[in-house]
């Protein structure tokens, strides 16, 4: 829901690791939601520990936009 969406994103965005855990730990969460949003967000940020656990998810979709490339290249 959009609503899981921006729970997600929201942690990410502040770098807030243990609410990043318990949010993945719940199988409502998508990481890969919207296009990787949460990566990019936690990306973008800094917040490489919340990154990292993102793309260890084997739900995140590894094939990130150019965009989102852009962002990780930096």
């Known amino acids: 829901s959009k609503i899981r969406c921006r729970a997600l994103q929201g ?5 807030h690791a ?4 318990v949010l993945l730990d719940d199988q409502r969460f998508d ?3 919207r296009d990787n949003q949460s990566a ?3 990306a973008q940020n800094g917040h490489d520990e919340v990154l990292t ?3 260890a ?4 979709v ?3 936009s150019e ?3 852009m962002v990780l290249s930096r």
């Open 62 to 64: 590894l094939g990130f």
């Open 18 to 21: 243990a609410t990043v855990r």
């Open 53 to 55: 656990m993102l793309l």
């Open 31 to 33: 990481p890969a939601a």
């Open 67 to 69: 965009g989102m490339l």
């Open 57 to 60: 998810d084997p739900r995140c």
């Open 40 to 42: 990019c967000v936690a």
């Open 11 to 15: 942690a990410c965005s502040i770098g």
